[in-house]
């Protein structure tokens, strides 16, 4: 679904001089497939998924999307920031709403499909009241919503789930979860919890913690039945890919690396 393939990015300095955020990055991430990017802050990831939106050129290299390459922001690609970018002046509906208004598609069933997502989210009975009005949960289910609305089919999130307390963060995971069980989607996420990135992910990506940043293997998780996954976390596997993403992400290279087939380093 989407191929990186030799990125390096820089940015100006005050004065003169650049400075170096990515370099050779290059990864292949699958149709269909949930995969989650991990590493030190500073080490690149949230520009990363910059890129990959097409919300910033890269210096060098390519990406490209469904086979096509990406030369700027894509229709069918979903971004969900750390922050949820939701409009403090706006209702939750005028929220959901935003992706088909600056597309022209609230004629014909765009408003249906907002409010059949809203109340399948759960979010139909506050749809009147505003961001500040809301919980965290709550305001990373609209942030969903939002994404949800404008049909894609690459969903990139930045640390979604950051400011949630544990508890909250653990249901927001299996929301997540039930949402892709019945959507095709592609998600691509940027995360600092190994333990997140373990539980939700199908692939993990480690970067290098030394500027600039890189991509220094690929973790596969094999978890047998994908549903249900309750009870996942008290499972010895669990523990093991833990430990071989935690030995990499402190310097050790993960390679191409699955737990289930005891070749993980």
């Known amino acids: 679904m989407v191929r990186l ?18 370099r050779g990055v290059s990864a292949q991430f699958e149709e269909g497939k949930f995969s989650a990017i991990i590493g030190p802050s500073g080490c690149g990831k949230t520009s990363l998924i910059k890129i990959m939106a097409g919300l910033v050129p890269p210096s060098e290299g390519t990406v490209s999307v469904d086979g096509s390459l990406l030369t700027g922001a894509r229709e069918r690609t979903a971004v969900i920031f750390q922050d949820y970018g939701l409009l403090p002046w706006k209702t939750v509906r005028a929220n959901a709403e935003l992706p088909l208004r600056i597309r022209g598609g609230l004629k014909g069933g765009g408003r249906q499909k ?7 989210f759960g979010l139909d009975p506050f749809a009147s009241r ?38 909250t963060r653990e249901d927001a995971q299996d929301f997540l979860l039930a949402v892709r069980k019945d959507r095709r989607l592609t998600v691509i996420m940027v995360t600092h919890s190994i333990e997140e990135a373990v539980y939700l992910a199908d692939f993990v990506y480690v970067m290098s913690g030394v500027s600039p940043g890189s991509i220094t293997g690929r973790v596969t998780i094999s978890r047998g039945e994908p ?4 009870g996942f976390r008290e499972d010895a596997r669990f523990q093991e890919y833990c430990g071989v993403l935690r030995r990499a992400c402190r310097g050790g290279r993960a390679g191409h690396a699955s737990c289930a087939t005891g070749d993980a380093p």
């Open 227 to 230: 549903w249900p996954r309750a």
């Open 5 to 22: 393939s030799g990125l390096s990015l820089s940015y100006p300095l005050e004065g003169k001089g650049r400075a170096d955020a990515l």
């Open 130 to 167: 505003y961001p500040h009005q809301l919980s965290g949960g709550m305001k990373q289910r609209l942030a969903i919503v939002r994404a949800l609305t404008a049909n894609p089919e690459l969903l990139l999130m930045d640390e979604p789930f950051s400011s949630l307390d544990s508890l």
């Open 114 to 120: 907002v409010q059949s997502l809203l109340a399948e």
